[in-house]
């Protein structure tokens, strides 16, 4: 018998640690005006979550969207970390369903831990091979974790030495105003940086001066103390 949304929820609530979960509430930035408001933890780290997953036989696709909008934090991490078994193991139609829904469903996919979980393994890799034109729209979006989704996606490619649409998409949200995709494009800047310096320096020289602080730190954080430095004060 395939196992049910009830099964599944029963398992995982038998992990909760409110001890965990008030550190977590904490950490998730889930106060009034904060942006993850409203969250709510059950108190489960992600090791936790990985290992429930390897312990659940196949779950039947149609439990993924109702675990998807669970109110807890750590059921949608959980769905996520189911879909990305699903997609790796599936055939080009299963993929493409999972695609399909994951950019159905942005509106679960409601913080920066889910969506570096998940966008790089379903986004970045079923786009691996294909025009790119959603991870652009998805970097004009008004929504913040579609923004960060459509950067985060990019590690997929940028693992395997392809940096252009990264580069890119680091340019399209240099003007953006929240300091969670400043982290993200420095993230994936300093990746590029780890792999092809060159690449990274060449954007730094156009971009640097009109970089918001965030994401020049985060780009350079690899470099020798001086020439980060030189960054930082504006004397490259």
Known sequence: MPITLLEIQERVRREANPKVASQLQRFFKTGPGQY???????????????????AFGDVPMPVLPLLLASPF??????????????????????????????????RHINNW?????????????????????????????SMLWERR???????HDIRRH?????LAISALLLADKE???????????????KREVSVLERFL??????????MLRYAIEKFPEEKRMAYLKGKV
Do not use: C
């Open 36 to 54: 993850g408001e409203g969250d709510v933890f059950l108190g489960i780290r992600v090791p936790d979550l990985r290992r429930l997953t390897r």
């Open 113 to 141: 831990d889910l969506v570096d979980a998940s966008a790089p393994q379903i986004v970045g890799a079923y786009l691996h091979d294909r025009e790119k034109t959603p991870l652009y729209e998805l970097a004009r979006s």
């Open 162 to 166: 392809h940096f252009d649409d990264a």
């Open 73 to 106: 934090h750590e059921e949608r991490m959980l769905a996520l970390l189911l879909m990305i078994r699903g997609f790796e193991s599936g055939d080009e139609r299963a993929r493409k369903r999972i695609y399909r829904f994951y950019l159905s469903n942005t």
């Open 179 to 193: 300091d969670l995709i400043h982290k993200a494009a420095g993230w994936m800047l300093r990746e590029i940086g």
């Open 149 to 155: 989704i459509s950067m985060v996606a990019a590690f």
């Open 205 to 214: 020289i156009r971009h640097y001066r009109d970089m918001p602080r965030t």
